[in-house]
Structures are given as structure tokens and as C-alpha cells.
T-cell receptor
Framework: DADVTQTPRNRITKTGKRIMLECSQT?????MYWYRQDPGLGLQLIYY???????NKGEISDGYSVSRQAQAKFSLSLESAIPNQTALYFC????????????FGDGTRLSIL | AQSVSQHNHHVILSEAASLELGCNYS??????LFWYVQYPGQHLQLLLK??????LVKGIKGFEAEFIKSKFSFNLRKPSVQWSDTAEYFC??????????FGTGTRLQVFP
């Protein structure tokens, strides 16, 4: 079983719809992250959470919101989806401390029509 | 603001050729540096990391990277690439913000 699980893996929806992407982890990590990946732009940080009560905006948080329901769960919402939010979305986790790498889920490919 | 530059956007090599992918970062303090690889259709996986000690870091699958503080660089190398190394490679840095900043990635294609 994957340590970091994202659902759904693929989603196609229409402009204006509300969408929620789920992420759950079995690694026991306190820190969780949401990124979007666009061709030629690498990964950009949307939101991150260092523990259940700590939520922070990343580089590109406009149009997104998150909820950290538990240590193991971190969901990303698009309240009213728009076409330029079409991208590949990744969730990641890490432990605190120097040099700790992030562990990524398999991604959610989201298309907004 | 911290940033990471990967100047090679697309690299094409034949099998057995040597590889060097450039990575430069813009933060002058203590940094943690990473290289991640993303094989087609898969998630990012850690290749190697540097946070202290020997500036020459060895990772999985024969990759290595050298941290040169004076040049703000952390270039990735492999002496002899294989077709299975075809993937996208991302350099990333953590400086004083505790956030991982990624470069834009380098797409590597290796032909048999």
C-alpha cells in the first residue's frame, strides 16, 4: 500500500464546480503539503501544514483552500474551479528537522473544462 | 526570496553517455538541497540529498551531486546513463523558510 494516497487519481469537471482532492498518509508525519505541477513550471506550493492546528499559504494559494482533518488527512478544495487550475496536483509529507525529504503521493490529474 | 534555477530544460543523450544537470540556488545561508526524479506517469522520488558534511553526495541508481557553496550550485551527475533514466529531474532547496522550493525541472531523454 502507498504511504501517501491521493484520491481521485483523475478528475474532469466543469468551470464553477466545487472540487475536493483528498490526501491521506500512513507515515505518521506531522507535515503535509499540496503542490501543483504545470509543464515547464515545476512544482509550486499551494498550502502546507506543519501540524493539525497549523495551516499556511504557499506561493499560489488564491482560489484554493485546505482542511487538515487529522494528522493523517489533508484535503485541498477548489471552491469554484476555473480552467487555469487544470494541472497535476501532488500531496507530500515530511518529518520536521534538518534534511528531511518530502514523500509524494501519485498525484491527481485535474482537468477543468 | 529563495529560488532555484535549472538551466537545462531538455537534455537528450544516448545510452552510456555522461550526464550533468545544472542546479543553482539563490539563498546565502545554510541550505538543504535535494534532487528528485519523476519517471513518466509516476510521483516524485528522492534521488539524493545534502544537508551537511561531505559536499559530494551519492544517491540511488548511480547518481551523485556536488554541493559547491561558493558557486551556489548542486549539480547532478551520472557517469553512464541508461534508457531507464529517462525522466524529469527536479532540484529543490530548503533555506530559512522551512519550505521546499523546486526548480522548473529538466526533462532527460535517453535513447538506446
Amino acid at each position: 500500500d502507498a504511504d501517501v494516497t491521493q484520491t481521485p487519481r483523475n478528475r474532469i469537471t466543469k468551470t464553477g464546480k466545487r472540487i475536493m482532492l483528498e490526501c491521506s498518509q500512513t507515515k505518521g508525519h506531522d507535515r503535509m503539503y499540496w503542490y501543483r505541477q504545470d509543464p515547464g513550471l515545476g512544482l509550486q506550493l499551494i498550502y502546507y501544514s506543519f501540524d493539525v492546528k497549523d495551516i499556511n499559504k504557499g506561493e499560489i494559494s488564491d482560489g484554493y483552500s485546505v482542511s487538515r482533518q487529522a494528522q493523517a488527512k489533508f484535503s485541498l478544495s477548489l471552491e469554484s474551479a476555473i480552467p487555469n487550475q487544470t494541472a497535476l496536483y501532488f500531496c507530500a509529507t515530511s518529518e520536521p528537522g534538518e534534511g528531511q525529504p518530502q514523500h509524494f503521493g501519485d498525484g491527481t490529474r485535474l482537468s477543468i473544462l | 526570496a529563495q529560488s532555484v534555477s535549472q538551466h537545462n530544460h531538455h537534455v537528450i543523450l544516448s545510452e552510456a553517455a555522461s550526464l550533468e544537470l545544472g542546479c543553482n540556488y539563490s539563498y546565502g545561508g545554510t541550505v538543504n538541497l535535494f534532487w528528485y526524479v519523476q519517471y513518466p506517469g509516476q510521483h516524485l522520488q528522492l534521488l539524493l540529498k545534502y544537508f551537511s558534511g561531505d559536499p559530494l553526495v551519492k544517491g540511488i541508481k548511480g547518481f551523485e551531486a556536488e554541493f559547491i557553496k561558493s558557486k551556489f550550485s548542486f549539480n547532478l551527475r551520472k557517469p553512464s546513463v541508461q534508457w531507464s533514466d529517462t525522466a524529469e529531474y527536479f532540484c529543490a532547496v530548503i533555506g530559512n523558510t522551512d519550505k521546499l522550493i523546486f526548480g522548473t525541472g529538466t526533462r532527460l531523454q535517453v535513447f538506446p
